[in-house]
T-cell receptor, first 114, second 112 residues
């Protein structure tokens, strides 16, 4: 089955700790994205990557970091510099060319910082 | 800048009622427009899409028409079901780009 997996589904961390969220896709997509979703708000783009070993900041990159060492994987680290990290995090991927470039989403990780 | 404005929810309807969720956008050029649906505790799924003016996207009984003259992409369904209860997001992708701009989402609850 092709798709995007995110793990874990729920994550709890103490304030001041860094935490890494996993995102893996087996769709052979070039582009991958991280979004943050807060209650009553739309999705906001944190980082995106169009190709291995390259990534760009989105609208709210401060306090986050990413890596793209493999095409299939795009982990997101929430650092202690992120002032309000409790949120629902969604990973997505898409092909780079084509009319629609539909983004496929993973099931999300809910991060709670205690 | 590019943006999407959705009608605020929540929206509560009885089963078999008619649904409209308004979406308007601001963008230069000719963006592609999307509706995504998010069921409780899950990620987003693409519901329908349209890439040029007057295109109508449709799926699972839902429809939306790309209206450039009114910069709108309203979502409609003639007869909603309890299983349609979810949060619906309108989104745009600027021509030539890969990033999506999302609206704030509209929560729909359908009661039997």
């Amino acid at each position: 089955d092709g798709g995007i997996t995110q793990s874990p589904k729920y994550l709890f961390r103490k304030e001041g700790q860094n935490v890494t969220l996993s995102c893996e896709q087996n769709l052979n997509h070039d582009a991958m994205y991280w979004y943050r979703q807060d209650p009553g708000q739309g999705l906001r783009l944190i980082y995106y990557s169009q190709i291995v070993n390259d990534f760009q900041k989105g609208d709210i990159a401060e306090g986050y970091s990413v890596s793209r060492e493999k095409k299939e994987s795009f982990p997101l680290t929430v650092t202690s510099a992120q002032k309000n990290p409790t949120a629902f995090y969604l990973c997505a991927s898409s092909i780079m060319v084509g009319t629609y470039n539909e983004q496929f989403f993973g099931p999300g990780t809910r991060l709670t910082v205690l | 800048g590019d943006s999407v404005t959705q009608m605020e929810g929540p929206v509560t309807l009885s089963e078999e009622a008619f649904l409209t969720i308004n979406c308007t956008y601001t963008a230069t050029g000719y963006p592609s427009l999307f509706w995504y649906v998010q069921y409780p505790g899950e990620g987003l799924q693409l519901l329908l899409k349209a890439t040029k003016a007057d295109d109508k996207g449709s799926n699972k009984g839902f429809e939306a028409t790309y209206r450039k003259e009114t910069t709108s992409f309203h979502l409609e369904k003639g007869s909603v079901q309890v299983s349609d209860s979810a949060v619906y997001f309108c989104a745009l992708r600027k021509d030539g780009a890969n990033n999506l701009f999302f609206g704030t989402g509209t929560r729909l609850t359908v009661i039997p």
